[in-house]
């Protein structure tokens, strides 16, 4: 059984940063493309970023290139999701994700592809 755990969400002004982390227990870290997605009131969960196993490829959503930035720790169990330059529209729970199916480099952006889920952590951005 694969565990994720959210943290680092919390309130910002637009402009600021955040670091949000999430650290795995359970599988070897390094067998699963991590991902990052998120949710606002009254929409659709989102793709905003994911990671290759080895780290070496990423993908992101066109709402946060440039602004954000996916990295993982394979010796900490850890990916992390770097944000910059915060908008009002990036306020939602951002949720963690693990895919252990697909290619070495692979960086998926659909949820079906993943496997496994954290809770989730909010993150709120005034304007």
């Known amino acids: 059984q694969v565990q994720l755990v959210e943290s680092g969400g919390g309130l910002v002004q637009a402009g600021g940063s955040l670091r949000l982390s999430c650290a795995t227990s359970?599988?070897?870290?390094?067998?699963?493309?991590r991902g990052w997605f998120r949710q606002a009131p009254g929409k659709e969960r989102e793709f905003v970023a994911a990671?290759?196993?080895?780290?070496?490829?990423?993908d992101y959503a066109d709402s946060v290139k440039g602004r954000f930035a996916i990295s993982r720790d394979n010796g900490k169990n850890t990916v992390y999701l770097q944000m910059n330059s915060l908008k009002p529209e990036d306020t939602a729970i951002y949720y963690c994700?693990?895919?252990?199916?697909?290619?070495?480099?692979?960086?998926?952006?659909?949820?079906?592809?993943?496997?496994?889920w954290g809770q989730g952590t909010q993150v709120t951005v005034s304007s």
């Open positions: 990671i290759s196993r080895n780290g070496g490829n990423t």
């Open positions: 994700a693990a895919a252990c199916s697909g290619s070495y480099y692979y960086t998926p952006n659909l949820g079906l592809e993943y496997d496994y």
């Open positions: 359970g599988r070897t870290f390094g067998t699963c493309s």
